[in-house]
């Protein structure tokens, strides 16, 4: 196909050659380079002076620290062994010198950092030399040198750099030393700053920050073995500083003997561990274009070399033609793998999802049948039979609030917003949140609070969260303190700068341990013996899609502050969201359409405890038969409850279809087990009354379109 195409220009074709000749050129220098390290570099014998001599023999091993969790740079594994790039090259630096050389295995990379500075070891053995660092440390020559990329989610659209992200969040480690250099750079850039890689990545995984800055190399280790799938190489940051080994400038004869030790590696035994380590597979993470270019560029270099040994010549350009066949067969096999390994990994999360939410049905289910079937088989006598009864309504309830944390996250909880005051919405929730427990609430609002465009039902969620967790994080009792005040976000924050309403929940507890602390918004971490981990996620979730942020205030013994901030509406005129009515005698007459027998029994029990008369249908047609039918019988009926979805049969949508075309006034509840099809797809409707439900939920939503009892 090739030989088929036109022949070039002849400007193009001078360009083309120019080009050709520089790769050519490249290519054979880093060849030439590359054969004369392998081939002429002798392995010399180090030979101490003997004042080196006597130093380590009065002083003892050179003890250098390491950071604890740096794959695969370095990283001290489970039974306490130093591993990766940097102790294989310890290793052999350690065989050349016959010195020992001893890695200390304790303490985090900051207390790695403060044990130099204060002269407890003698240095570091893999550290980016800083200003700050060099007034304590001497360098060896670099050791490692790596690629800083910039990593965002999936979803994040384009490319950007670090410039891009003014306002906005980035995770990088608290040890990096590039942090100063990218305040100073970027500040308009928000720092998130974690102990390591694996909770920068996390962070970004899970919509704590936007980006983050990390090394390539470290990533895409990180990645592939914590199993994080919505992540992509953004950008490049350019070259990360190299790492040498620090050595304590105190202790001269310890970096006179490391640096002779490092001189007797020799470079390709470097490259050979370098390459052990450090593969530019990044299963997981996208590879980006410059990434790519620079890959095709290496090789096509590296075929022009060949070429040129062989004749400038036709052959020449099949060759190339044959490498560029390769090298993208190449890539499509190597997409295809990784296609593969998101696939397994997405399956196992799904897996393990769906495992731990049986596992708490089941539990709750355990709690239903067992104090149900109880009842039935022994017949206790009231008092016990309430008991048993009671606990089943009990679990039934925590597994309502499981599905509807559950449906939060999924798709269709978006927001649908309505602009309210926050105050009664707040303070409903938080009274829903303490009922029938040891700890009082108290919520304080700032006079003239602004309103805020919110989903009241989830906003009240997230106020529930929060204060069932500051309850619960005061056993003994306590007052939960809920705050709301207007604030102005400002360039920098992590909301849209402009008018915010800040809502502040905070309690009296132990506080959160600072180990829990970076991980509470992760789903299912928690410390509760009954918890499900996702409060805390499900709110941080609700939050974001709001447009807000929230962040958390812990110290050990000093109680927790969670402190959620949203855009606020000034000015605007509010709606207020209905409030459930105490149950009053009714008349009147209800349909009720469900596919599912037993609803239909509640319903009719239920409903009818009011006073009033139900029919049943099992599906959309029966209904919108009956309802015809009441009509021209003159007992028409004045409300229809009807289900959403009705597998094989008619749903509740084309029953309010069929009913408003003859009576645009026809009053026609929704109720569903799912969550909206998509936000405001159900406004239509009358009201709404989401499964499952409880007798009183159920006569509030119904109860006011039926005429009270005479
Ligand atoms: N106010 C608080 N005080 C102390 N610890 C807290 C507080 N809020 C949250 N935490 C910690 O964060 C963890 C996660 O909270 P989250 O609400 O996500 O889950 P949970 O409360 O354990 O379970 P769930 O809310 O799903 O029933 C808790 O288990 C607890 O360790
Ligand atoms: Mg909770």
Known sequence: MREADPPPAPGARRRAAARIAVLVLCGSVAVAALLRATQMEPHPT????????????????????????????????????????????????????????????????????????????DGVAAIQPTPERSEYLAWSIPIVDLLDVVIVRHD????????????????????????????????????????????????????????????????????????????????????????SIGTRRDRPLATSIVAKGLAAVSLAEREEIRQRWVRLDVSGVQTTRRALLALALCLIAITAVAAVALGWNATLRRRVAAATAGLEAELAERRRAEEALLRAQRLESLAILAGGIAHDFNNLLTG???????????????????????????????????????????????????????????????????????????????????????????????????VINAVEAMPTGGVVEVALDNVRAGAGARVTPGPCVRLRVSDEGPG????????VFDPFVSTKERGSGLGLAVTHSVVTRHGGAIDVRSRPGEGTTFEVVLPARPGASTVTPPRSEPARRRSGRVLVMDDEESVRRVAQRVLGSLGCEVAVAADGLEAVALWHAAREGGRPFDVVVVDLTVPGGTGGMDVLRRLREIDPQAKVVVSSGYSEPEPGALREFSATLPKPYSAEEAIAVVGPFLPPAP
Do not use: C
Not at 68 to 75: F, L, R
Not at 383 to 402: F, I, Y
Not at 433 to 454: K, S
């Open 46 to 121: 180090v030979t101490l002076t003997a004042e080196e001599r006597a130093w380590i023999a009065s002083h003892g091993p050179i003890r250098l620290g390491a950071d604890p969790a740096y794959p695969p740079i370095e990283w001290i594994d489970a039974r306490g062994v130093h591993r990766g790039l940097v102790a294989d090259l310890l290793t052999l630096v350690r065989r050349r010198l016959g010195v020992p050389i001893e890695i200390v295995r304790e303490g985090s990379w900051k207390e790695v950092l403060e044990k130099a500075r204060s002269g407890e070891i």
């Open 156 to 243: 994040e659209p384009g490319s950007p750099t670090l410039g891009d992200l003014s306002g906005r969040r980035v995770a990088m480690t608290s040890g990096s030393a590039l942090v100063d250099e990218v305040r100073r750079a970027n500040p308009d850039v928000e720092l998130v700053l974690l102990a390591d890689e694996v909770s920068a990545l996390r962070a970004v995984s899970f919509g704590q920050a936007e980006a983050a800055l990390v090394n390539l190399a470290v990533a895409s280790y990180v990645v592939e073995a914590a199993g994080i799938t919505n992540l992509r190489v953004a950008s490049d940051y350019g070259r990360g500083l190299p790492l």
């Open 512 to 519: 959160i341990p600072a180990d829990v602390l970076p991980h």
């Open 368 to 466: 239903i049948l067992g104090n149900v079937s109880l009842v039935r088989r022994d017949r206790p006598g009231p008092e016990e039979e309430d008991e048993l009864l009671r606990e089943a309504e009990r679990a039934t309830r925590r597994a309502v609030s499981l599905t509807r944390q559950l449906l939060t996250f999924a798709k269709g909880g978006a927001p649908d917003t309505l602009v309210v005051d926050l105050a009664p919405l707040v303070e409903e929730a938080a009274r829903v949140a303490t009922r029938g427990r040891t700890v009082g609430y108290r919520v304080v609002a700032e006079p003239g609070l602004w309103p805020a465009a919110v989903d009241p039902g989830q906003l009240g969620q997230v106020v529930q969260n929060l």
